[in-house]
């Protein structure tokens, strides 16, 4: 099963993610995990990403799809993977069309996960508010950040619902049902 998971941010992608490598046992890529656990270890990845993380604008195409190149072909992925916060342009998308016929894999399913912006921000700033609590917090979750993170998405990742519509792969779910349910509902779709 090879997924991808689009969403604004908070939307649930990472939580969704999560519960459909338990059901499927593939495991979740997230760029967004890759680039922070860079950022922590200072790896010179990590340095050159930090700044546009912090400010919530997007790292080059160049440096993801290299992530995501790399880490498709390592062996727990052999059997399928669930992408989460990637692809964010369409751009990128295309690199990925590239690198899966290079590998002769095949996407099953792009599943949109919707929200309301208003929800999404407090979601984002209660998330933060938690994890300053216990010390985890991200960086990129204060409010003028959340608020740019949600415009790039708008901007630069939005246009690929369209992009995944006309190639027949979309389906639609809605993300502010309980997290089981959003669950059940994507497996449900990619059934189908
Ligand atoms: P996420 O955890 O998916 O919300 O990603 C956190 C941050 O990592 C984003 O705001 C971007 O700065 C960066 N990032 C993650 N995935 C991508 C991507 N596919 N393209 C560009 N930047 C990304």
Redesign the pocket.
């Known amino acids: 099963m090879r997924l991808i998971l689009l969403g604004p941010?908070g939307a649930g992608?990472?939580t969704q993610a999560k519960n459909l490598t338990e059901a499927y046992n593939i495991p979740q890529l997230?760029?967004?995990?890759i680039?922070?656990s860079a950022i922590r270890a200072g790896t010179p990845l990590g340095l050159q990403?930090k700044a546009?993380?912090d400010r919530?604008?997007?790292?080059s195409?160049e440096i993801?799809n290299g992530i995501v190149s790399d880490r498709i072909d390592q062996e727990d992925a052999r059997n399928g993977f669930i992408l989460?916060?990637?692809?964010?342009?369409i751009p990128?998308a295309e690199a990925l069309e590239r690198m899966l016929e290079e590998k002769a894999m095949k996407l099953n399913a792009v599943v949109e996960i919707t929200a309301d912006a208003e929800t999404l921000t407090r979601r984002i700033i209660n998330r933060a508010r938690e994890g300053a609590k216990t010390s985890g917090a991200r960086a990129?979750d204060n409010e003028e950040v959340v608020r740019n993170?949600l415009n790039?998405y708008r901007e630069q990742t939005a246009p690929l619902v369209e992009y995944y519509r006309t190639k027949g792969l979309l389906k639609t779910v809605d993300g502010m049902a309980p997290v089981e349910e959003v669950t059940a509902a994507i497996m449900q779709a990619v059934k189908e």
């Open positions: 941010p992608k990472g997230s760029t967004g995990d680039l922070r990403a546009i993380v919530g604008d997007l790292v195409d993801v989460d916060g990637f692809p964010r342009t990128q990129d993170r790039v």
